[in-house]
């Protein structure tokens, strides 16, 4: 069979419409779609202006416009073929730059096609030219000469005054889309949709918006603020654990070579692709060694020379269950970010609920990188590709997971609770390790005198209890237990002539139920005992860091509960009303000490505390900490020794030199 030899042959460029239908039939959500309105921007401006309208009778968006502050505007606006970021093929420098998020170009161009059929540009450039743009979709795709398909259909100078009814900035950009598609435009409810696209900005944007405090982001007049950083929560940081990725070329067949360094305790191990697993390196010499090699990505490295990605996990298990999101739970799946923005989540899979509380971030800069990762031209990241350096990444988050996994029946559950106990974080009694539970059972059962605190409703222990009330000597106070005529006629008929010796000393009464000589007899047996806790009322510092922290243990706030008691109920003491009222407020503090200790406490929680009185306030305090023991460190310790020290001085002061003179002692 002869061939025909063609000397020439177009093949062409594809027509608008082929653009057009590839991007309504590519999977964009609201959520791809105003990231890639706002990676450029975000990046760029001080100030973004979100405003979606909505048809009054339907809900569904008639518009959305974005507005940003960008100096130089569309500052490209008046060049020609690739070089005009209206092109769907658009090229510039930062493009192939790390630490520029766009990549591909198209990402803009493509996001309004897929949500709209007009799309119109207002810009401001160098030397104060104004222009407004125009993108008629519906009448692109109807032009047969497919180079002209992809120009726009107006293209016009406006004036200043033009430009500013629109744009709200002195200078910058406002991209308008209007006629929304079917698939984009329905809204269930404004609210609850205005609501997601906040939260997506914050998730999306979280680092970028924590480094850039002073970038101001609206929606619809509301400002975002970036989503909660686990890392940063005081009740996670005990936790956080970090691994350094480091690939190397191998100097014989060019190939990678995959390290994990973990700079906590400065060792290294190696990936092997075979087994699928990390073997530890023993020597530094070959540590060295190693580091000595070419890294395999030249660009987009982290921190120094060697590191081209980093792995981030901490435990979120302590979390007060009302301040988490069981569909949010991070559950040990790894949240991909590229150049600080968050690009998607590979979903790990677990056989039970013991990785709910782990997050692990994994994090880089090299678009090389990113491209062996699967990054695509939306920029979503999911890390399902199977190759050599995905399946170590995944390998290393997954022992990392393990790691911080946190399971109440284990033993390393108990080494985890002893550190929550040690930085004063507050574990909910579901989060308490089995074994952990069982000893307080088996203390409880063996020292009942820990129920005794809370007995504080008869007046005669909260009197006997209380030698050293406020102004009050002992020996004033001690005659009122004489002088009720019951106690020392019938329980004491043999110690009426010394009332004050006979109590005391009594060392076994069987016929006195007298609470003051349960606890003597206890303190009798054992000085050292849950009982000496309850009389000791001097708060603990602690040195954390360069600082230090005042503490007090569950034991010491019953005692000063019931001396707080003691001086309400005298009627001896003028101010005893504003007493209460300073005390009520004090629990109220100590109580917002198991929410979020980082918030202000509003005005009514203080109106309500004082309503509802000192003894409701400890009841509710108590029953929060009932499955703690004496020893226990409880929250709120710091605000109730602020309270004695105001308000109880005298009592806090002799603490303090009882403490100081058992320390020259010693």
Known sequence: MSQIKLSHIHVGAPHFRSKLLHARNNGYTQSIIMNEFLDFPIQNSSNINIKYSFENETN??????????????????????????????????????????????????????????????????QEDKYYKIVLDFREMQNVEDVNESYNPTMFTSITKEEYNQIHPYEHGSTLILEEITTDQKYVADQKSFIDNCKMNIADTYRKILDKNASLNILVNNERIVPSVCYFKMPICQPFNAERAIIVKKNTVDGNKIILEFNEKDHTMRMYNSDTMKYSKIKTKREIKELLDLNNYYETGLIDN??????????????????????????????????????????????????????????????????KDLGANYNKTINLNKDNTIINALIKSCKDMTTKLEYDTSTCKS???YNIALEYGIEVASDKIPTEIKEQHRKEQSMNPVVEEPYVVEEPDVDVVEEPNVVEEPDVVKEPDVVEEPDVDVVEEPNVVEEPDVDVVEEPEPSTDPSPLTEEDADEDEDNDSVSSILTDVTPIIIHMGPGTQTRMKKGQIENVFQKIKSIIIDSTITNRKLFEIKASNCIAEMLHEFANHNTRIPEYVYDLAVSNGFDANTTIYLNKVENRVPMDYVPGGSKMA?????????????????????????
């Open 60 to 125: 569904n968006i008639y518009k959305l416009e974005v507005s940003d502050d960008y100096p130089n505007g569309f500052e490209y606006i008046l060049s020609s073929g690739s070089n005009n970021p209206i092109n769907f093929g658009y090229q510039r420098d930062g493009h192939n730059s790390d630490e520029d998020t766009s990549e591909f170009g198209t990402g803009t161009k493509q996001a309004a096609v897929a949500m709209s059929h007009k799309f119109t540009i207002i810009t401001k450039i």
């Open 305 to 370: 020379d060697h590191n081209i990605a980093k792995i981030n996990g901490t435990g979120t298990q302590f979390i007060p269950n009302n301040q988490t999101n069981e569909r949010k739970l991070p559950r040990g799946n790894i949240n991909v970010y590229k150049s600080d923005r968050y690009h998607g989540t590979k979903i790990t899979e677990h056989s039970n609920g013991v990785k709910n509380f782990v997050y692990i971030e994994l994090s880089f800069k090299s678009k090389s990188l990113g």
């Open 414 to 416: 108990v080494k985890i």
């Open 642 to 666: 602020k309270f004695m020290w105001d308000y109880m001085k005298s009592e806090y002061d002799s603490l303090e030199l009882e403490e100081e003179e058992e320390e020259e002692v010693m």
